[in-house]
Every structure is written in C-alpha cells, then in structure tokens.
Antibody
Framework: QVQLVQSGAEVKKPGASVKVSCKAS????????VTWVRQAPGQGLEWMGW????????NYAQNLQGRVTMTTDTSTSTAYMELRSLRSDDTAVYYC??????WGQGTLVTVSS | DIQMTQSPSSLSASVGDRVTITCRAS??????LNWYQQKPGKAPKLLIY???SLQSGVPSRFSGSGSGTDFTLTISSLQPEDFATYYC??????????FGQGTKVEIK
C-alpha cells in the first residue's frame, strides 16, 4: 500500500533552516510528483509547491520563492523540503502528499527564539 | 493566482441534517475542483474530485456539484463522524493549487 512517512518534529530559531523528509513506499516513486502543503496552527491549508520525482522539475508558491527548495533522492524514494530564513509565521505542520490522495503524517516545525 | 472562497466559514448542524457548503473560484476552473475533509491532528482526506466524482471508499451521503466558478459540497444526512473542517481546492492551474479557507462543521 502507498505510504508516505515524514521525519520528526523540529524546533528552530528564527533565521535558521529546516529540512523535512518524506519517504515513499508502495509505488514507483519516479512515476508521481510530490506536493508539499503546510498548515499553521488553527489555520487553513497552504500549497507550498510540487516536485516531479521523474525529472526534478519544481513549481513553488510565489510567496515562498527564494526560501524553499524541494528535492528528491530516487535511490531512497525520498522527497525533501528545505525552508530557509525561518520566521515565527513559518510555524506549522508540513505535509507531503502524492496526488493529494495519499498524505504523510505531517511534521510540526516550530520556529521560536 | 486563482483564489478560492468558501462559505460559510463555520456552521452548526445536528445529526441527520442536510448540510451544504459552497466554494467560489476567482476565475473559471471548469470542473477542476476537489473537496477534502480534515479532522483535528490528521491529514486531509480527499472526498470528491473533478467537482462531482466520489473518491473510493467515501460514503454516498457526500456529493459535489458545480462547474465554472461555483461549486457545492452536500452532506445529505450528517453523521457524528462528519464533524470536521472541509476544504475545496482547485487543480485547474496544475501543479499550482490553491485551497479555500475551510468550513468548520460543528455540532449544534
């Protein structure tokens, strides 16, 4: 069965970077893209971007351009999302998803001094 | 960017009630509209895709309709497990997607 397993919770200081991983199993990794979505506490869902696991093409949300990088490692079927220059309003649960049907369990990233 | 606006932002209803949530797109998106259900602490769950197609395993009391800019999610008879937050999402501008702000369905 399709599974997406994300890395554990992180606590970061403002200005730092965070890299969240999403390990896929149960399907051919390079046949699908991976979408990243985040949700701030008590808020709605925000689409962050998408990466093709086939060729690495990316599409990022405009408000995150320059701060976010999405990559994949096809040898381990793992997708990564790195967010730099963290601010307090980046505090959120970060999800990876395939087709927006299969989702990871979410990774809480807390940005606090 | 395509903006998605849901209404209402919250509603109170009783078990057995018929519930309707609306979603409006800032431009025509044909039927590239999906609906999700999210419960606290959980990832969203796809309910409806293509505006009106029921995702496998989703109860038939859920239905979706609409095209162009105006869409509706209907729960024909609200069940206790349906109390959650519902989001619409456009997939017209794939792979740049946007979500509505959500509608919280609470127990009256």
């Amino acid at each position: 069965q399709v599974q997406l397993v994300q890395s554990g919770a992180e606590v970061k200081k403002p200005g730092a970077s965070v890299k969240v991983s999403c390990k896929a199993s149960g399907y051919t990794f390079t046949s699908y893209g991976v979408t990243w979505v985040r949700q701030a506490p008590g808020q709605g869902l925000e689409w962050m971007g998408w990466i093709s696991a086939y060729n690495g093409n990316t599409n990022y949300a405009q408000n995150l351009q320059g701060r976010v990088t999405m990559t994949t490692d096809t040898s381990t079927s793992t997708a990564y999302m790195e967010l730099r220059s963290l601010r307090s309003d980046d505090t959120a649960v970060y999800y990876c998803a395939r087709d927006l049907i299969f989702w990871g369990q979410g990774t809480l990233v807390t940005v606090s001094s | 960017d395509i903006q998605m606006t849901q209404s209402p932002s919250s509603l109170s209803a009783s078990v057995g009630d018929r519930v309707t949530i609306t979603c409006r797109a800032s431009q025509s998106i044909s039927t590239y509209l999906n609906w999700y259900q999210q419960k606290p602490g959980k990832a969203p769950k796809l309910l409806i895709y293509g505006a009106s197609s029921l995702q496998s395993g989703v109860p038939s009391r859920f239905s979706g309709s609409g095209s162009g800019t105006d869409f509706t999610l209907t729960i024909s008879s609200l069940q206790p497990e349906d109390f959650a937050t519902y989001y619409c999402q456009q997939s017209y501008s794939t792979p740049s997607w946007t979500f509505g702000q959500g509608t919280k369905v609470e127990i009256k």
